[in-house]
């Protein structure tokens, strides 16, 4: 069984028991979260598809940990102008694990 979730504005395909990073989330680690943006329900050939969000159905995730992405380096550069900007980010993020799907 899987599920299509929305979350952070970004969406995943999720099933049991796997792990995943999302968007920072503000739960303590060991915290359970109850997802209840689900927009599809899966399983074998069958699809619930929602319009846009499926009634009733949730997904139950539990928090890993909280960490930082790799860095992303921004370099910005006019020829010819004497100007060179170089700035570095790393975007925090929240592992979770899925323990369930209620559909």
Known sequence: MYAVIKT????????AGEKLKIEKLEAGV?????IDQV???GSGETVKIGTPMLAGAS?????????LGDKVMI????RRKH???TQ???QRF???EITGINA
């Open 8 to 15: 952070g504005g970004k969406q995943y395909k999720v099933a």
């Open 30 to 34: 060991g915290s359970e979260l109850v």
């Open 39 to 41: 927009l599809a329900v």
């Open 59 to 67: 997904v139950h995730a539990k928090v890993v940990a909280h960490g």
């Open 75 to 78: 370099f910005k550069m006019r």
């Open 83 to 85: 100007y060179k900007k």
């Open 88 to 90: 570095g980010h790393r």
């Open 94 to 96: 929240t592992e979770i």
